[in-house]
């Protein structure tokens, strides 16, 4: 416990010897920080030793007692007051007790009387301390409620609630600026794992985190902090375009100096009204997301740019060549093949990690299919699809996924190798090439055989041996495979459709379509696109 300090006063050094020896003080909890010898002193010390009880004679050269304890009270300060004195004038008593003197004791002093005034300013000061703690408390009480309903506001102005911004105005705290821009930030590659060391440090980083902020956001007069979940959110109030990116690249300097974490802010759309805030708040997890692309510990601003249309063609487009490539090495070089299909998969970042990772977790599965339907089957270390995506979800960067991505689809390349070398699977590979780049003509059992130089009746053993279904079942569903698309990505009439098919009865496809997918082509159509 913080001891009491005690400044003692008289003009007479036996006096104040006898004051030191008469109680034990620091028994009592009190400290003696000083003594003066006249009111001059006393009025000096009392400034430099910031004491919290005066023991003083009442009548001293220079100032008196009472001019003291006037200046005590006229200048609220908080320093309790016993005054000793050899005169019994009851003009002095009265001067001292109206100033809030808390005792007057007559020289010589009796060490009980003393004790026992010394006993009354501990309570007193015990008294006053508790107030003084309530008082805090409830002004702290008082100020986190208040920032609790802020903080509130400003999450529902960001969802979308424009009732909010009509309370937040009226508290007060939106500025007259011309522009709203909201940020969120977050910590790079820390996650919550509940009541453990890790989560104490990540509490302790978002303390120190939330403080920087604040701070510099204060400093720059710039806005309000706020939490919304695990983001840190910051709605900036500003008059230049550009202000929301110097102001949040300057927050961004200042984390890293002062608690050296990696953190990745992003920037939103600057909005002119507060009821606005939402649209700029989405910008602003849109461009968090897109640091799975960019690379973590930066400032990423505004939108990002929206997927190219035609991406996702290109990338079917690639994933045909690079399975080509596969089967057949000579038809081109796998590795220009890869890096071009992970650019393209570059461009879906507006989609966010999700989406990247769905994209590429796909495209292996889809040559991995590919190559099986073959008669290439590359199991890829025995790596199941399941485990495949959980592996690509685990990585933090688009970077370090598309290397993982590359490594896999080498290795399928490097078994597809080895078992290309198969004579049989060259023969199966040759005929399903040929079957997907000529089904819309007159393909039979007896010209895929001769392809291969086979008998017929062997070479529909051999098919269904390397594949699992017959000939003719096989033919049909890459002619309905083709056929869908076709139904669903083009103008053409059922009767057209059939013809590029490889059907001269538009009848026989529209009952092998239903046999298939269990509607006429008109009737799928309309139930997909009323």
């Known amino acids: 416990m913080k001891k009491i300090k005690v400044l003692l006063a008289d003009d007479e050094p036996v006096i104040l010897r006898g004051l030191r020896k008469l109680l034990h003080w620091n028994e009592l909890g009190l400290e003696i920080v000083g003594e003066a010898y006249d009111g001059k002193e006393l009025r000096q010390m009392m400034d430099a030793a910031q004491p919290d009880l005066i023991i003083s004679d009442i009548s001293m050269p220079g100032y008196t007692g009472i001019d003291i304890i006037r200046e005590i009270h006229e200048t609220n300060r908080n320093i309790k007051v016993v005054f000793i004195s050899a005169f019994r004038d009851f003009s002095y008593a009265q001067d001292a007790l109206r100033y809030g003197a808390v005792e007057y004791l007559v020289k010589p002093v009796d060490k009980n009387q003393l004790e026992q005034a010394v006993q009354k300013v501990i309570r007193l000061i015990g008294d006053q301390s508790q107030r003084v703690r309530e008082k805090e408390m409830a002004v702290r009480f008082e100020l986190k409620k208040r920032n609790d309903s802020i903080e509130e506001l400003l999450v529902r102005i960001t969802d979308g609630d424009k009732s909010a911004s009509v309370q937040l105005i009226k508290m007060g705290l939106v500025s007259r600026s011309k522009y709203i821009t909201v940020c969120f930030g977050e910590l790079d590659g820390v996650i919550s794992e509940g009541n453990n060391p890790m989560e104490l440090g990540r509490n302790l980083l978002d303390f120190a985190i939330t403080n920087v902020l604040v701070e510099s956001i204060a400093q720059t007069d710039s806005g309000i902090y706020f939490r919304k979940g695990e983001l840190h959110g910051i709605l900036l109030q500003h008059d230049r375009l550009e202000e929301a990116l110097s102001l949040s690249q300057d927050f961004h300097d200042k984390l890293n100096r002062y608690v050296k974490v990696s953190f990745t802010i992003g920037v939103g759309k600057a909005v002119e009204t507060l009821d606005e805030a939402n649209i700029s708040a989405q910008f602003a997890m849109n461009s968090l997301q897109g640091k799975f692309f960019s690379g973590w510990n930066c400032v990423i601003e505004g939108q990002q740019p929206k997927a190219d249309s035609d991406v996702k063609s290109r990338i079917n487009d690639l994933l045909k060549k690079l399975v080509t490539a596969l089967i057949n090495p000579a038809q081109g070089d796998t590795d220009e093949k890869v890096s071009e299909l992970m650019e393209s998969f570059r461009m879906l970042a507006p989609g966010g990690k999700h989406v990247a990772v769905s994209a590429v977790y796909g495209a ?33 960067t688009f970077e370090q996924m598309a290397i993982h991505a ?61 594949t699992g279904e017959n000939f003719k079942q096989y033919l049909t569903e890459v002619r309905m495979k083709n056929g869908m698309r076709l139904l669903m990505q083009s103008d053409l009439m059922v009767y057209e459709i059939a013809d590029r098919i490889g059907y001269n009865n538009p009848r026989q496809f529209s009952d092998t379509f239903k046999k298939r997918y269990g509607k006429l082509p008109l009737e799928y159509k309309q139930s997909i696109h009323p």
């Open 364 to 396: 292996i599965t889809s040559i991995r299919q590919e190559l099986k339907d073959y008669g290439i089957f590359a199991g890829t270390a025995d790596l199941d699809d399941h485990e495949l995506l959980a592996r690509l979800d685990r990585f933090q």
């Open 406 to 466: 590359s490594e896999v689809i080498e290795e399928i390349r490097r078994e597809a190798a080895a078992k290309i070398g198969n004579k049989e699977i060259m023969q199966l590979v040759q005929v399903k090439s040929y079957i997907e780049e000529h089904y819309a003509e007159n393909i039979t059992l007896e010209s895929m055989a001769a392809l291969v130089y086979m008998n017929p009746y062997y070479f529909s053993s051999f098919f269904k041996k390397h």
